[in-house]
C-alpha cells in the first residue's frame, strides 16, 4: 500500500513546485478579477455586511482595485522564479496577512445559516474557511515553524465541517447541481436521491478526517486519509470545467461557486507538502 501512495503522491520537487504554482495563480487570479471589477458585487456584500467596513461604503471601487493591486502583485513576485528571495517572502507575508483579513470575516459578517439555527451550520464562510490552507501554505514557505499543523488543521476543519453540512438539506441542494452537471457522477441521478448522494460524500469526507487524525497515531492511517483528501480535491477542481454556473461571462470571471472550487488548489497542494516534506 505504501508503495502505491509513493507512486501516485508527486515527489517533493513536483509538490513545492504545485504549491507555488496553486498559490501564485490563485492571487494572480483573483487580482486581476479584483482589477476588472468582476468581483464588485462580492465585495459590495462582505462590506455592506460588516459592522465597521460599511463606513466605507461609499469607497467599495477603491478597496476592489487596492486589493486586486495587492493580489496580482504578491501572485506575480511568487511566480517569477527571478524575484530576489527577499521579495517572495514580502509576499508570502502579505498572503498570509490576506488569509488572516478573510478569515476575520467569520466573526463579523453573516456566514451562517438561519434556517439552520445558526452556528455551527455554516453557509459562506465555507470559503472562508480555506483561508487556513492559504495561511499554512504561506507561513511553509516563510518556514515558520507549526505551519505542517496549520495545513493538516485547515484538511480537518475543511473536510470535516463541509463534509457535516452534507448532512443537511441545503448542502445538498447546493452540491447536487454539481453532481448531476460531471460526467463520473450524473449516473447518480437514477441510482441515489439527492440527499442521499450528499450523505454519501459527506460520509467520505469524515471518513477522510478520522484516517488524517492518523498523524498522531498512525502513520498508514494518516497517508490513506491524504490520499482520500487529494481524491476529494482533484474532483471538486473538475466541477471547474463540467460546472458551467462556475463561470460568468466566461473564462476569466468566476461565479461565487468558482471562487469556493478554485481554493481547493491549495487545499491540494497542502495534501501533497504533508506528505513530501
Do not use: C
Not at 50 to 79: D, E, R
Not at 148 to 153: A, N, Q, T
Not at 160 to 185: N, Q, R, Y
Request: aromatic share 12%.
Amino acid at each position: 500500500m505504501q508503495a502505491l501512495i509513493n507512486r501516485i503522491m508527486p515527489s517533493a520537487t513536483n509538490a513545492h513546485l504545485f504549491a507555488v504554482v496553486s498559490l501564485s495563480g490563485l492571487f494572480i487570479w483573483f487580482g486581476l478579477m479584483n482589477l476588472t471589477g468582476s468581483t464588485d458585487g462580492t465585495i459590495a456584500r462582505w462590506v455592506d455586511a460588516h459592522p465597521l467596513a460599511n463606513q466605507l461604503k461609499s469607497h467599495k471601487a477603491n478597496i476592489a482595485l487596492g486589493l486586486g493591486i495587492v493580489q496580482t502583485a504578491s501572485g506575480l513576485l511568487i511566480a517569477v522564479y527571478s524575484i530576489p528571495q527577499r521579495f517572495k517572502r514580502m509576499s508570502y507575508s502579505l498572503i498570509a496577512l490576506m488569509a488572516l483579513g478573510s478569515l476575520s470575516l467569520m466573526f463579523t459578517n453573516p456566514v451562517w445559516i438561519k434556517s439552520l439555527g445558526g452556528f455551527p451550520a455554516i453557509g459562506a464562510g465555507q470559503g472562508l474557511i480555506k483561508y487556513i490552507a492559504i495561511l499554512g501554505v504561506a507561513l511553509w514557505f516563510l518556514g515558520v515553524k507549526g505551519a505542517r499543523e496549520v495545513m493538516l488543521v485547515s484538511l480537518i476543519i475543511v473536510l470535516g465541517w463541509i463534509g457535516a453540512m452534507k448532512f443537511t438539506s441545503p448542502e445538498a441542494d447546493g452540491v447536487w447541481p454539481l453532481l448531476t452537471s460531471s460526467p463520473i457522477f450524473n449516473w447518480w441521478i437514477t441510482d441515489f436521491g439527492k440527499q442521499t448522494a450528499s450523505n454519501i460524500i459527506g460520509g467520505i469526507e469524515l471518513l477522510t478526517v478520522l484516517l488524517l487524525t492518523g498523524h498522531w497515531w498512525n502513520r498508514r492511517a494518516f497517508d490513506l486519509g491524504l490520499v482520500l483528501s487529494a481524491a476529494t480535491f482533484i474532483v471538486t477542481l473538475s466541477f471547474l470545467v463540467t460546472f458551467s454556473a462556475s463561470w460568468t461571462v466566461g473564462f476569466p470571471n468566476l461565479a461565487s461557486i468558482g471562487h469556493f472550487l478554485l481554493k481547493d488548489a491549495i487545499l491540494l497542494a497542502a495534501v501533497f507538502i504533508l506528505y513530501r516534506d
